[in-house]
């Protein structure tokens, strides 16, 4: 599963993102499953956008709200002079941060 942060500035904590297996995301303790035979989805919650590549790959954009002490992590460019949330990042489980 590929997924893409979308990070906002908040004061409220972020949801507990897991990735259960490549079609499966848990948020908060809500399960939500992507059929492999379906290309897009519904925006739902913190899910802003949800399709599948040509591969058949599971492409996920998740709203990130992030504190002020997490900061730099989101609004410093890394080695390839990119913010975090500017591309998809494979994920195949466990908590996404």
Do not use: C, W
């Not at 599963?1 to 904590?13: G, T």
């Not at 035979?37 to 599948?52: H, K, M, N, W, Y």
Request: charged share 35%; proline share 8%.
């Amino acid at each position: 599963m590929k997924i893409k942060l979308s990070p906002v500035l908040s004061d409220i904590p972020p949801p507990v993102y897991r990735v259960i297996d490549e079609n499966t995301l848990k948020i908060d303790g809500d399960r939500y499953e992507f059929p492999e035979d379906i290309e897009e989805f519904d925006p739902v919650g913190p899910i802003l956008e949800a399709s599948r590549n040509a591969q058949g790959k599971l492409k996920v954009t998740l709203l990130f709200p992030y504190h002020r002490k997490d900061k730099k992590r989101f609004e410093t460019k890394d080695d390839q002079g990119k913010y975090r949330g500017e591309d998809y990042e494979n994920f195949d489980q466990g908590v996404v941060q």
